[in-house]
């Protein structure tokens, strides 16, 4: 080839290597610099609910370990020696009040009680004699018959009778107590234990026989902070005792995949008048009806005071409440919708919504809803509160907007969007 054509076809080639690049770089498209024109434009503000902030009452669930108790428990004694003859009941049976339980060989106590009722016999013929005697005496004495020393005398022996019946009449009702305590009847109704004394062998008093355990109802004792006692207290000064005695009961690990953890329903009977020293407690009590007999007396539980109220406190959404750099925030928005951060001090937790115990005033107007979209400095649509409390992320920094048909990349469906937004743009360059 020619040099001059050399020359030609170089400088050709630069022409068109020019032309792409001042393509490249933008140039002259009034489409990319309307598109530039937009992104310059200033952000509509971001429509989200805001609470103003005042004082209110509000109820809060707080839950106890505890042990269930049965305050009537009852050790059944054998109350006189003997050899255990029977056992009239099913080991670990319930039983009633009154149901015959053991018999204790009665014949000896039986025949104590027949040779006191022959000694209370004797004693009343003796004392039919010695009244005779001083019936007579007394008249021989009105006739001067017989001097004044026997006729007292006469008198003497009767009372030395009637007491002596006395004596006779005590010894057989003793004999009788003790010939009944060989049949042991059920003192309580309950659920009974193992005997802890085979059948033939020997009783001797005092000895544990069984135990009967009360299961309807039962006591559960439990230990609260001094705040919450006092909390209580003062709930119940306000008139609201129903709500402040509400007990829920759980046994914890009886949950299945269909099923929630047993519950029982019950109030709170006691609460103490003094606080722990050694663990800035006070106890309490609380009764519950067990008609099914699922809750054992020992068993560890948990109660639950759904209804404890706190009084004159700040409350926000759980929601509303982020993690900044210092702690924990709340954006709070001023009179011309600007967005701020501010930093809050935290209470309980009740329910959906967080105590606040320092860092707001009232009046002050927090966001409740979109948190996910707003940032400090943002403006914001501020909407009254609609009351209806957002669910939490399951993950914190979450964009809430990561739902199917998100736009924009908004989630993995935006994402995707513009995934293929910019295949098709790279094929119809191509073409």
């Known amino acids: 080839m020619r040099p001059y054509k050399m020359n030609r076809a170089m400088a050709l080639g630069g022409a068109i290597m020019l032309s792409f690049a001042l393509s490249a770089c933008g140039g002259d498209d009034p489409s990319e610099q309307s598109s530039q024109q937009q992104g310059g434009q200033e952000q509509p503000p971001t429509p989200a609910e805001v609470l103003q902030v005042q004082s209110r009452d509000i109820a809060l669930s707080k839950q106890y370990p505890a042990q269930i108790r049965s305050n009537r428990e009852v050790v059944v004694m054998g109350r006189v020696e003997g050899i255990l003859e029977s056992r009239h009941y099913r080991e670990g049976s319930l039983v009633?009040?009154?149901?015959?339980?053991?018999?204790?060989?009665?014949?000896?106590?039986?025949?104590?009680?027949?040779?006191?009722?022959?000694?209370?016999?004797?004693?009343?013929?003796?004392v039919y004699r010695a009244q005779r005697d001083a019936d007579r005496y007394e008249r021989l004495y009105n006739q001067n018959s017989v001097s004044q020393q026997q006729r007292d005398q006469a008198q003497a022996?009767?009372?030395?009778?009637?007491?002596?019946?006395?004596?006779?009449?005590?010894?057989?009702?003793?004999?009788?107590?003790?010939?009944?305590?060989?049949?042991?009847?059920?003192?309580?109704?309950?659920?009974?234990?193992?005997?802890?004394?085979?059948?033939?062998?020997?009783?001797?008093?005092?000895?544990?026989?069984?135990?009967?355990?009360?299961?309807?109802?039962?006591?559960?004792?439990?230990?609260l902070p001094a705040s919450d006692a006092a909390a209580l207290r003062r709930q119940r000064q306000q008139g609201?005792?129903?709500?402040?005695?509400?007990?829920?009961?759980?046994?914890?690990?009886?949950?299945?995949a269909t099923q929630d953890a047993l519950e029982l329903e019950g109030t709170v009977d006691f609460l103490g008048s003094r606080v722990d020293e050694a663990t800035s407690t006070v106890q309490a009590e609380a009764v519950f009806e067990n008609d099914e007999q699922l809750f054992l007396p020992g068993q560890f539980v948990r109660v639950s005071l759904p209804q404890v109220k706190r009084y004159d406190v700040f409350a926000v959404p759980a929601i509303a409440v982020t993690e900044g750099l210092k702690g924990p925030q709340v954006y709070v928005v001023d009179d011309e919708g600007n967005v701020e951060a501010r930093f809050v001090s935290l209470g309980e937790v009740a329910g959906d919504w967080q105590i606040i115990t320092?860092?707001?005033?009232?009046?002050?107007?927090?966001?409740?809803?979109?948190?996910?979209?707003?940032?400090?400095?943002?403006?914001?649509?501020?909407?009254?509160?609609?009351?209806?409390?957002?669910?939490?992320?399951d993950n914190a920094g979450e964009n809430p907007s990561q739902v199917d048909g998100a736009q924009g990349g908004e989630g993995v469906e935006g994402s995707e969007g513009q995934a293929s937004a910019s295949e098709r743009s790279q094929q119809d360059g191509s073409q």
Do not use: C, H, W
């Not at 009040?97 to 004797?122: C, H, M, N, W």
């Open 96 to 126: 009633e009040e009154g149901d015959k339980l053991f018999t204790i060989e009665p014949a000896p106590y039986q025949a104590t009680v027949e040779q006191r009722q022959a000694d209370v016999q004797s004693a009343q013929a003796e």
């Open 157 to 223: 022996d009767l009372r030395t009778a009637r007491a002596s019946q006395a004596q006779a009449q005590a010894a057989l009702r003793s004999a009788e107590i003790d010939l009944s305590y060989t049949e042991v009847n059920a003192p309580v109704s309950g659920m009974i234990s193992l005997s802890e004394v085979n059948v033939g062998n020997l009783v001797q008093p005092p000895q544990e026989l069984a135990t009967i355990t009360p299961l309807n109802p039962i006591e559960v004792r439990f230990s």
């Open 240 to 256: 609201d005792e129903e709500a402040a005695n509400m007990a829920v009961l759980t046994a914890p690990g009886t949950e299945s």
């Open 358 to 393: 320092g860092g707001l005033e009232s009046g002050d107007r927090v966001v409740a809803t979109n948190i996910a979209s707003v940032s400090p400095g943002d403006k914001v649509d501020a909407q009254s509160f609609s009351g209806d409390v957002p669910e939490p992320q």
